[in-house]
């Protein structure tokens, strides 16, 4: 009888063991490929100190009489309007300039993991890994990051961004014939 319960005992901690050593290892790998990039490319600093401003000015001083046309100019190119005593304003362009450089490192990083995962996914699929949870987990955590950085990078792929869907399409059939254990 007790060999019974010990028995039933395995069974079910087994799969419970699979599970959470599946969702370490998947959780793992995504954080490594989003938190790689931190180590060799630094992201830009916001050194600007001012609030961003994306529309006119509506709160005026009422004994001012602020130049309308200037607040348009200011607001369409991105700028900051940062009021000084006597009824005057400067345009200050800090924040465009951070956004441009922060929009260029986050393209750069999104570039990279998307080679790193595809790279990662080609080389999982050919290691031989005895646990078979642990080699699906690599896999799987490896083409969702993959994904992830594909969509985050779509506005920059722009046009070509099918022909990636299609190439990521064959690596996960590629994948699949490669670890597909019941070969026909």
Sequence with gaps: MQKKIKAKNIVIERPIYNIIMFALVFALIIAFVFTLDKLFISAPQNNCGYVYMNAPVTQTDTNCNYDNNEFSTCSQNQGDIIYKPNCKFDCNYCNKEYNAAYTKYQDKTNIERIILTFLMALIFAFVTIKDRIIKYALLCGSLVSLFVATFSAMSMIGSIFPIVI?????????????TNTNKV
């Design 166 to 178: 299609i190439l990521e399409f064959i690596l996960v059939i590629f994948i699949y014939k490669k």
